[in-house]
């Protein structure tokens, strides 16, 4: 069974940074990994993504400020936030998908709250 579980959320001030982790276990074989975000009373939204081999995809919104990254060493991704706003609020979730076996997962979700 693929699990994921995200970490790294927390309160940052605008302006400032953050990153998050997505770790992956019960799969060695993972060759998507993306990231999404859901604000309260809105949709989820896709953030970024990353495909073997380092292959990366933004949303329209990101705009430079955000890279994702991965160390296969760890089976984990990373999000790096950078010039956060109030509206990247959100919590954000990870979705892997695998080959062995051939499964998509998500996480649990993260909370990321900007504010001063």
């Known amino acids: 069974q693929v699990q994921v579980a995200e970490s790294g959320g927390g309160l940052v001030q605008p302006g400032g940074s953050r990153r998050l982790s997505c770790e992956v276990s019960g799969s060695s074989s993972v060759y998507y990994r993306a990231w999404y975000r859901q604000a309260p009373g809105k949709q989820r939204e896709f953030v970024a993504s990353?495909?073997?081999?380092?292959?990366?995809n933004f949303g329209d919104f990101v705009k430079g400020r955000f890279t994702i990254s991965t160390d296969n060493a760890k089976n984990t991704a990373y999000l790096q936030m950078n010039s956060l706003k109030p509206e990247d609020t959100a919590v954000y979730s990870c979705?892997?998908?695998?080959?062995?076996?051939?499964?998509?997962?998500w996480g649990q979700g993260t909370q990321v709250t900007v504010s001063s």
């Open positions: 990353i495909v073997n081999p380092g292959i990366t």
């Open positions: 979705y892997v998908q695998s080959s062995e076996p051939a499964a998509s997962s």
